[in-house]
């Protein structure tokens, strides 16, 4: 009986560690309170330059100042993650990191700008102060905005700036 016993809850724990998730139960995750199970940021100093060169150019042309938004880094890096991967700079997948974004924190609008190959903060905000449709991206009617910068394979590095309206 004892022997039994113990077969019983060595399979109890056995099928408890050893099932895996399946795409039905990942779905069902309710991703508005995904953002809050999330660790916080850690933003790199090159990060926090661009976010701070953003909002400095923002008051520079009477806009409000924008928050930092941790769910759009973590989207940012993401997409970070999947240039790097391709070797290419690119806005693919946008359309899902928009919808992750209304879903997370309730965005009514969001757009984006990459980057790639700038060696500073500021030499990559200046570019997108040239380009018309980055400047409008800078410009734009938002509250929050997130940043990712990551080192490509080449040492060259990806941006992706990611702004929201709350």
Partial sequence: MKNLTYFVWLMAVCT????????ESVDEVDSANLSAKLAPVNYSSIELDVLELVNAYR????????LYLDEG??????????????????????GS?????????????????VGFGYSTAEAVVKA???????????????????ISVKE???????????????
């Fill in 97 to 113: 990191r928009y919808q992750s974004l209304v879903k997370s924190v309730n965005a009514k609008a969001v757009s984006e700008n």
């Fill in 59 to 66: 008051q520079q042309q009477g806009l409000n100042s924008l």
């Fill in 128 to 146: 997108w102060i040239k380009s018309d449709g980055h400047r409008e991206n800078l410009e734009g009617d938002h509250t929050h905005f997130g």
């Fill in 152 to 166: 490509g394979n080449d040492g060259k590095y990806y941006f992706t700036n990611i702004f929201v309206r709350k």
């Fill in 16 to 23: 408890i560690y050893l099932t895996s998730c399946s795409k």
């Fill in 73 to 94: 880094s973590i989207e940012a890096a993401g997409h970070n993650q999947h240039m790097i991967k391709d070797n290419e700079v690119c806005h693919h997948f946008f």
